[in-house]
């Protein structure tokens, strides 16, 4: 017999897919591992206490002078080897007798062939008589009596060996500055050519400020013609003093 649907001409509805299966997820391989060591290190008596308690014997019930301390009983033998017996002394054995000493007589010789006791010098400061020893005070000169008294110490003798070495590198770096820095004095004909130069230089300036006209009505002509007067005079200044000194120095720079 047909179904309704297809007697009217229908057709079935496809079939739904089938949906995967889920997985698990990763699992590890120590998880038993893990599982056990959680389970063993797991303390019973913070629960409900241990799973099994040692139940004490009823012939282990507390005895009379248990509790005091026990003294090792006495041993014959020590480390093993037996003690040996009590020997009595022979007849022919004698002990020694000591000698009696006369301790007076021996202080007084010792005392009248011992040599006297040096007396210490002491020193009193007040009028009751306080006294203190001399020689821990200071004032007793002991210490002239050393060897190496007024001897200067190794250090003392090297530090100023080390300071007047200083000093002697020192005055030398100083001279030969002092020879860099010496004036040079110029010969006859150096002196000639500059006085030359220097008059040379006088007329090319004294030709342009004759040059000049007479009319300074701005402000670049009387600049300029101060600039050349200046000049001028420095000019003549130099050469006065070149005319006037026979020797001339000048500095090594």
Known sequence: MATPSAREGGCEPPPRPKQPAKSEGYISRL???VKHEAEKNKSQWKTIGPAKVAVPSPNDFLQKHSKEPKVAPKKNE???KKL???SVPPRTYHPVTHIKKNFINKNALAVMTGEPKKPRHFCVDTRQGDK???EPSGLYPKYIKKKNYGVLPKYVIQRNEEMKR???EYQASILEQL????????SE???TNVLKALKKNWEEINHAYQGLPIVTDTMYKRMHKEELELKLKQLEHD???IEKHKTVYIANV
């Open 31 to 33: 998880k038993q591992l």
């Open 78 to 80: 020590e480390d093993g």
């Open 84 to 86: 040996l017996p009590l």
């Open 132 to 134: 203190y020893l001399l």
């Open 166 to 168: 200083e000093e002697e």
């Open 179 to 186: 020879k860099k820095k010496a004036m040079k004095a110029l």
């Open 189 to 191: 004909e150096e002196r």
């Open 239 to 241: 050469i006065a003093a």
